[in-house]
T-cell receptor, first 113, second 112 residues
Framework: EAGVVQSPRYKIIEKKQPVAFWCNPI?????LYWYLQNLGQGPELLIR????????DSQLPKDRFSAERLKGVDSTLKIQPAELGDSAVYLC???????????FGPGTRLTVL | GQQVMQIPQYQHVQEGEDFTTYCNSS?????IQWYKQRPGGHPVFLIQ?????EVKKQKRLTFQFGEAKKNSSLHITATQTTDVGTYFC????????????FGQGTELSVKP
């Protein structure tokens, strides 16, 4: 069974540029999460989807971040414009349902110059 | 807001020594999950504890959930070099819409 797929694995951009990350969760997993992980820290939730509905986006900086999961399967996280402080690893995870173990993708390491 | 604190931040041990990391929450948790992240890797689920006072074992790893469901610990007996990585606890808070809050992790290094 394929795991959570993310692309790209690495992205280097200049500040003020837009960037997008893509995630394909494990087949059948209704719940999808986007996390941000800074070096030496634990993952911090940005947004959680139940199917196509965003049920927790309280930590998403909505002035520059947006996300979508149109058909309740794969998802895209966008930053526009990127700032220096956005440099981090962006992790996508999925689970069968809320409260179950989460399966993480390999992450996208973003560097903003 | 709710926080999950984890100590120590770093632990360096000689191979064969034991290791323990502790996790404390400011609020009662619905359950607690433990994850391991190898250097350069992503978090991988280890175990979930649900019941007050629950103890679970996985080979050399022993996980405990406190009676008040506010703290937890992971103990590794006789560490091996394959245990190297960062161990995260993550507490699930249902009255916050089911948010999983991760601790800052304990980075374990094992000297052969």
């Amino acid at each position: 069974e394929a795991g959570v797929v993310q692309s790209p694995r690495y992205k280097i951009i200049e500040k003020k540029q837009p960037v997008a990350f893509w995630c394909n969760p494990i087949s059948g997993h209704n719940t999808l999460y986007w996390y941000l992980q800074n070096l030496g820290q634990g993952p911090e939730l940005l947004i959680r989807y139940e199917n196509e509905e965003a049920v927790d986006d309280s930590q998403l900086p909505k002035d520059r971040f947006s996300a979508e999961r149109l058909k309740g399967v794969d998802s895209t996280l966008k930053i526009q414009p990127a700032e220096l402080g956005d440099s981090a690893v962006y992790l996508c995870a999925s689970s069968l349902q809320l409260g179950n173990e989460q399966f993480f993708g390999p992450g996208t390491r973003l560097t903003v110059l | 807001g709710q926080q999950v604190m984890q100590i120590p931040q770093y632990q360096h041990v000689q191979e064969g020594e034991d290791f323990t990391t502790y996790c404390n929450s400011s609020t009662t948790l619905s359950n607690i999950q433990w994850y391991k992240q190898r250097p350069g890797g992503h978090p991988v689920f280890l175990i979930q504890l649900v019941k007050s006072g629950e103890v679970k074992k996985q080979k050399r790893l022993t996980f405990q959930f406190g009676e008040a469901k506010k703290n937890s610990s992971l103990h590794i007996t006789a560490t091996q070099t394959t245990d190297v990585g960062t161990y995260f606890c993550a507490g699930l808070i249902y009255n916050q819409g089911g948010k999983l809050i991760f601790g800052q992790g304990t980075e374990l290094s094992v000297k052969p």
